[in-house]
């Protein structure tokens, strides 16, 4: 079976562009994460999808982040506009709901975001 | 204070030795209990998780958990040099489903 995947896995860009990031689960896993990797925080939940729907958003820093996840295989996060203290790495990661707070999240590859 | 707390290391042992990573959480309604590596520059994998109090083995990981002191560990025996990366502590919100990850432990394991 296929991981999460997820695209691109670099990118750099200018202070004030859109980023979007992009990511596809694993075939029926109904849970999605979003989180962002700094030195200095660590790894941090930005946002969770249940059954596509939008669970908590309480990570997510500001409005210029959003997120969607318009299929159970599809979920972008977008930033609008970028600022150099979004780079970090950004992970998505899945997970079956069906067996319960024992089922472990699998993570993608991550995107290495450089915001210049 | 941190929601889990992690000693950020680097924790260093010889090849052969036993590592000792602990972690302690806030949340006393933490219900699952998960030990992911990271490697440089790669994404976290899982390693161990945990559900119960006492200890569990897998291999040569065991992780410990005693939820009354909020407490989980893990243990990594005859330690190789491929161990050496950064463990991450994650335990799982009441509601089961989200995890709040500690700042990990880095290990390097010396030939």
């Known amino acids: ?116 | 204070q941190k929601e889990v707390e992690q000693n950020s290391g680097p924790l260093s042992v010889p090849e052969g030795a036993i590592a000792s990573l602990n972690c302690t959480y806030s949340d006393r309604g933490s219900q699952s209990f998960f030990w992911y590596r990271q490697y440089s520059g790669k994404s976290p994998e899982l390693i161990m998780s945990i559900y119960s109090n006492g200890d569990k083995e897998d291999g040569r990981f065991t992780a410990q958990l005693n939820k009354a002191s909020q407490y989980v560990s893990l243990l990594i025996r005859d330690s190789q040099p491929s161990d050496s990366a950064t463990y991450l502590c994650a335990p799982s919100g009441a509601a089961g489903n989200k995890l709040t990850f500690g700042g990990g432990t880095r290990v390097l394991v010396k030939p």
């Open chain 1, 1 to 116: 079976d296929a991981g999460v995947i997820q695209s691109p896995r670099h990118e750099v860009t200018e202070m004030g562009q859109e980023v979007t990031l992009r990511c596809k689960p694993i075939s029926g896993h109904n849970s999605l994460f979003w989180y962002r990797q700094t030195m200095m925080r660590g790894l941090e939940l930005l946002i969770y999808f249940n059954n596509n729907v939008p669970i908590d958003d309480s990570g997510m820093p500001e409005d210029r982040f959003s997120a969607k996840m318009p299929n159970a295989s599809f979920s972008t996060l977008k930033i609008q506009p970028s600022e150099p203290r979004d780079s970090a790495v950004y992970f998505c990661a899945s997970r079956p709901l069906a067996g319960g707070p024992q089922e472990t999240q699998y993570f993608g590859p991550g995107t290495r975001l450089l915001v210049l």
